[in-house]
């Protein structure tokens, strides 16, 4: 297939873009796909089931997946759904490609559908199911002994599954459903949750209970008869929030208390056997301990472990997984004396410090991230691997030896410009992937972001001319910013800090530090956090000497130097720290508010440089810290909610939007 214009655009398969003019634009694969299945039908009708079966074969996609997909694609060409001058609705039936070939162009008939998947797509569904297959290894094989045999969707309707619990005995499947809708009397405005069973070999679902309030997981206890979870609710006298251990009773499908409000928010429970329970116990610090529960006695006791925080934890058979301070641990609990004993620990790499541990068996660990997996054999073995693409395994239960659960997530986040002189938005490179990080050029009117449309998570340009990907290695990009007066740019990918310049290819700078986060650039010298000597640390680096000095001994969220002995930073409940000279000083200026998000050093049109951020009562502030002057220059709303760039030139910010979630649950079956 050569060369087929659409509505005026040229189609170049080989580099999977659109050009006219001198204007190009990159196409998503998915989208590739489904553009070459229009071609060699020859203006024929093809069906949407046809493409589910074969762009997304074997994947859960729901059920306007292929609409999304035909709307992003008419952008592209210019096109619209009442126009319709690239593609054709036909309804009922499907689509057709409006084209015309150039150049002799020889289009085949339609290929069987074992041909129609074209090599990228194979590529990508192989990147896709290489985590599902390392996570389902449940015994020490080889991975290229290991497939997915079937996967089987369970929620079919677009439903956000949240959390699942399964009873092995009867084979019922309990999970938990996000409400469509949100409730207006709610002071939090959250989703509350439907609560559904279903069989494991049947698609009938019953509707245990709706408008729960449940935060976190759901458990199953021992014997099967009742579900416990964390219940938001209130304080009777004091109307405080409170979140407290409850049951749900499967029988009589009534919720019960299990613990009355306490000063920790109680919540995330497990249970170890049918009379104790774990949970944890949330303080106002945000800090996590691990209780124990006695159901018989209702006595419960805390953990006396070396951490003020725990990140995550799961129960297997009376193990005990944690993950605190960067390490996973591992306890058995001994019924005869109430006690957990060490029996296995592990450092962590950076990347896995916040990740969800799950139990897959007695004697192996998975450890989930957004876009890791990470499996661990009690016996010191562990496999890595990157997720690619927008799916991935939010959460994963173990049935049996080869049959698992597992609840499939997507994210569609995307990069909004806001005008605060009429709050006008605009988006920025519109896609269904997961835009993020978007930051104003300092030398041109382009526009930088972060996006995983690729496949993994890389810096992309955009302009009056389309979009680009800048970077292309290997491994997520997790923060970026540009130096060298917008001539490079410093980015952080597994773990690692690299540099690259203009139409130059990336170098690991090789420095002895973990960076975290970048923060601020002027020319060559760069403000960023790092763990150095296993130390949290703010840092400054010169970039040309590759030299840093260090501001601050601790972990910092966020901070803008604001002159040469001057910078701004945060404490853990958001609000802000100036230290000059090292040394803390007070603000004056500002009144008690707490932040929403991140802050910026930025010069107006005269020269003239401020803070600027947002607060938690949708204000956007300007502030002097050298002069300790304050005013609010401008409001937020939900479409505008966490601010990435600001430029008090356009007085406009550029900020990361949530646009939709979709948590699937799936069987998933391997064989050997």
């Not at 006791?301 to 960067?326: C, M, P, R, S, W």
């Not at 998975?366 to 890791?372: C, E, M, P, T, V």
């Not at 150095?532 to 001994?553: C, D, G, M, P």
Request: glycine content about 4%; charged content about 20%; aromatic content about 8%.
């Amino acid at each position: 297939m050569n060369k087929i214009v659409v509505n005026g655009w040229v189609i170049n398969w080989a580099r999977a873009e659109l050009s006219k003019s001198n204007v190009t634009k990159p196409i998503e694969a998915k989208h590739l796909a489904i553009l070459k299945l229009l071609a060699h039908a020859q203006g024929n009708i093809v069906s949407q089931q046809h493409m589910l079966d074969t762009v997304w074969e074997n994947t859960v996609v729901s059920p306007n997946t292929i609409q999304q997909a035909i709307t992003q694609l008419r952008k592209l060409f210019d096109d619209d759904g009442r126009n319709q001058k690239a593609i054709k609705t036909h309804p009922k039936l499907g689509y057709s490609l409006i084209y015309h070939a150039e150049n002799n162009v020889e289009v085949t008939n339609t290929p069987k559908r074992d041909n129609v998947l074209p090599k990228a797509m194979l590529l990508l569904a192989l990147l896709f199911f290489l985590p599902v297959i390392f996570l389902l290894i449940y015994r020490q094989v080889p991975a290229s002994d290991i497939t997915v045999k079937k996967i089987t969707p369970i929620t079919v309707q677009g439903e956000i599954v949240q959390s699942v619990a399964f009873n092995k005995a009867t084979q019922d499947i309990y999970y938990l459903v996000k409400n469509n809708s949100l409730i207006n009397n709610s002071e939090d405005r959250d989703y509350l949750q439907s609560l559904q069973k279903q069989r494991l070999d049947s698609a009938n679902v019953k509707t245990l209970a709706s408008n729960l309030n449940v935060y976190g997981a759901i458990t199953l206890a021992s014997n099967g008869k009742h579900l416990t979870y964390g219940k938001r609710s209130k304080h009777a006298a004091s109307k405080k929030k409170c979140i407290q251990l409850s049951n749900f009773n499967l029988n009589t499908n009534i919720e019960k208390p299990l613990l009355p409000c306490g000063k920790y928010f109680e919540h995330s429970p497990t249970w170890l056997n049918n009379t104790y329970l774990v949970y944890l116990a949330t303080d106002k610090n945000r800090n996590n301990r691990l209780f124990t529960l006695n159901t018989s006695t209702m006595v419960k006791k805390q953990l006396q472990l070396d951490t003020t925080h725990i990140e995550h934890y799961d129960v297997f058979d009376n193990n005990l997984a944690i993950i605190a301070n960067g390490v996973l641990t591992v306890f058995s609990f001994t019924t005869g004396n109430n006690a957990f004993k060490q029996v296995y620990t592990k450092t962590l790499s950076l990347h896995f410090i916040t990740a969800k541990v799950r139990w897959l068996t007695a004697e192996k660990l998975a450890l989930i991230n957004d876009d890791s997996i990470q499996t661990i054999m009690l016996n010191g073995k562990s496999n890595q691997l990157k997720l690619s693409g927008m799916q991935k395994i939010n959460d994963i239960l173990a049935i049996s030896a080869d049959n698992y659960l597992a609840i499939l997530g997507q994210q569609n986040w995307s990069v909004r410009e806001r005008l605060l002189t009429g709050n006008i938005d605009k988006n920025i490179g519109e896609s269904n992937y997961l835009e993020s990080k978007a930051k104003y050029s300092s030398e041109s009117s382009d526009i930088y972001y972060l996006s995983n449309r690729s496949g993994l998570s890389q810096i992309w340009r955009h302009n009056n001319q389309g979009i680009q990907q800048v970077s292309n290695i290997t491994s997520p990009v997790e923060d970026y910013i540009s130096v060298f007066n917008d001539n490079a740019l410093l980015f952080i990918s597994n773990e690692t800090l690299w540099l690259q310049a203009k139409g130059l290819a990336a170098v690991d700078l090789k420095l002895n530090l973990t960076p975290l986060r970048l923060y601020q650039a002027n020319d060559q010298q760069v403000l960023l956090s790092a763990k150095v000597a296993n130390e949290h640390q703010l840092l400054s680096l010169n970039l040309e000497t590759q030299k840093w000095q260090t501001l601050l001994k601790r972990e910092v969220n966020w901070a803008q130097n604001v002159s040469e002995n001057t910078f701004i930073t945060n404490n853990a409940i958001g609000q802000l720290e100036k230290y000059v000279d090292g040394q803390q000083a007070n603000i004056n200026s500002l009144p008690p508010l707490t932040l929403q998000w991140r802050y910026f050093w930025r010069a107006d049109a005269k020269g003239n440089y401020a803070l600027y951020f947002q607060d938690k009562n949708l204000n956007v502030w300007q502030f002097d810290p050298i002069a300790d002057t304050a005013q609010v220059i401008g409001h937020y709303d939900i479409n505008a909610l966490f601010m990435t760039d600001y430029s008090a030139v356009k007085h406009s910010m550029l900020s990361d939007n949530f646009v939709a979630e979709r948590q699937q649950l799936v069987q998933l079956q391997t064989t050997n």
